[in-house]
Every structure is written in C-alpha cells, then in structure tokens.
Nanobody, 121 residues
Framework: QVQLVESGGGLVQTGGSLRLSCAAS????????MGWHRQVPGKQRELVAR???????NYADSVKGRFTVSRDNAKNTMYLQLNSLKPEDTAVYYC???????????????WGQGTQVTVSS
C-alpha cells in the first residue's frame, strides 16, 4: 500500500509564501515523476509543476518564477515553495507520483488527498 500525504497549506496574504510537502510512504521501490496539481471548484485540475527522479523540472506558465519544486529522494518527499502568492493561486493542491512498488511491477500513479491554499487579497 502506498500513501501520499500533503501538508503545509494554509491562509496567506497576497505576496506571501508557503511551503508544501508531499511525503510518500508504504511499499516503494522507486519513484519516477512527481507532480503538483491544483484545482478550484468547477474547474479542471491543472498541473502546476513536476519533477523527475534526476531533478528535471517543468512548470505551468502561471507559476514560473514564483514557485519552485524540489524533492528529497532519500525521504521520498517532494516540496513546493510558493512565493509571491496571488489570490488566483487559491486552490486545493494535490501531489501525485509514478511509483514502482517492486522491481517486477509497472509504474502506478498515486494521488494525495490535497491541501488547501488560500490567498487573501
């Protein structure tokens, strides 16, 4: 069983910062791509940032220069540093990861339960 648990969300003023964490636990052999997505009610979930196991990253245009994704492979944990936050960043932030649980199994995609980020104007 694999679990992804996000933490670090909260209420912050415009221009403020937050740091989100996503910890993977359980039966894990390797973690390939990890990503952060966000969703607001009535809209589709959108990709915010992703990072490969060797540290390559890519970002949505709307967050480039403000958000930074990183990971600690030894801890099976991914982070998202959110700076210069705007009200339009308000959303539930979800992490997901492509995880191989044994050397003989294919990658499976897992999602966390989400953490709320609210930016007040």
């Amino acid at each position: 069983q694999v679990q992804l648990v996000e933490s670090g969300g909260g209420l912050v003023q415009t221009g403020g910062s937050l740091r989100l964490s996503c910890a993977a636990s359980g039966s894990i052999f390797s973690i390939k791509i990890m990503g952060w997505h966000r969703q607001v009610p009535g809209k589709q979930r959108e990709l915010v940032a992703r990072i490969t196991s060797d540290g390559s990253t890519n970002y949505a245009d709307s967050v480039k220069g403000r958000f930074t994704v990183s990971r600690d492979n030894a801890k099976n944990t991914m982070y998202l540093q959110l700076n210069s936050l705007k009200p339009e960043d308000t959303a539930v932030y979800y992490c997901n990861a492509d995880i191989q649980t044994t050397p003989y199994k294919r990658l499976s995609n897992y999602w966390g339960q989400g953490t709320q980020v609210t930016v007040s104007s």
